[in-house]
């Protein structure tokens, strides 16, 4: 079973799969839509937690996070600099 959330423009599928084990997996899938197409993709496999939702909340919260951590890598390099372009 997965739930879908929305985090600063991403989709985020937050699945929960049972291993051999008896055990569930935590998996994120993030998609950014362009044109009402998906635009980029990203795939995390996490590790396994004995409890179902546990599995759901550590996939949900490590999806933000990886956003969170990319928003804050592109502004670092849209930072000004006070070097002049070549001409």
Same mark, same amino acid.
């Given at each position: 079973?997965?739930?879908?959330?929305?985090?600063?423009?991403?989709?985020?599928?937050?699945?929960?799969?049972?291993? #051999?084990?008896?055990?569930? !997996?935590?998996?994120?899938?993030?998609?950014? &839509?362009?044109?009402q197409?998906?635009?980029?993709?990203?795939?995390? #496999? &996490?590790?396994?937690? =004995?409890?179902?939702?546990? =599995?759901?909340?550590? =996939?949900?919260? =490590?999806? !933000?996070?990886?956003?969170?951590?990319?928003?804050?890598?592109?502004?670092?390099?849209m930072l000004?600099?006070?070097?002049?372009? &070549?001409?």
């Open positions: 079973m997965s739930h879908q959330h929305h985090h600063k423009g991403y989709a985020i599928d937050g699945n929960a799969t049972r291993t #051999d084990d008896g055990r569930y !997996r935590a998996q994120a899938i993030l998609v950014t &839509l362009g044109n197409r998906p635009r980029s993709q990203r795939f995390i #496999d &996490l590790e396994s937690f =004995a409890n179902e939702d546990d =599995a759901r909340e550590r =996939a949900i919260a =490590a999806a !933000r996070a990886w956003i969170d951590e990319e928003e804050s890598n592109t502004h670092a390099l000004p600099t006070d070097l002049a372009p &070549l001409s």
